[in-house]
């Protein structure tokens, strides 16, 4: 194991271990999702869980990896609480180093920033990869911190979601871009604080 797999981890079980958030699906997930039909699913990041459960509980089959034991921990007490968690794999990876097999009608990673060193841009092509003919790729980012990010996000650069794209290196041919857009959205943080954050949000379409 490398010195920034064994810090990727340890970070985010530490998280994981401390804190416990929402369990309340992604709005942009559910805007995405459903509009689309129920196949299989990748949720890259998946934390706590709430993501997968929401796609499982309509009618997704879905894989559900993060670097986090905790998180999956976590996760996959969640999902058994739910009569989709038969739906649900969930998986540890060290990303990108290690990947799920197989091909995807909708992909997704929802937040996928790291203090300590992941290689973000990695992981998001081999997303782009795993998305089948047809399926949809929805990437959702923090466009700035959040104000209870604290020290975490003080040297964390936020791509544009231009920025994102252009890091993904498709090819224009193969994909539909759908929406890609800054919005702002009510948000609240792990101890209640409220707050209006900006996400960037990316839906590609693979036509072949």
Known sequence: MTESVRDVREFWDEFYLQKVWSGRVNARLVEVATELP???????????????IWLAEHGWQVVAVDVSATALQRAGAAARESDAGPRIRFERHDLPESFPEGEFDLVQAQFLHSPVHLDRDAVLRQGAAAVAV???????DHAAAPPWAGDHASNHEFPTVEGVSA???????????LRAERVERPAVGPEGQSATIADNVLVLRRVG
Request: charged residues 25%; aromatic residues 4%.
């Open 167 to 177: 890091a993904l290196g498709l090819d224009d041919t193969r994909w539909n871009r």
């Open 38 to 52: 129920a196949g299989r699913a990748l949720d890259v990041g998946c934390g706590e869980g709430a993501d997968a």
């Open 134 to 140: 047809d399926g949809t790729l929805l990437i959702v």
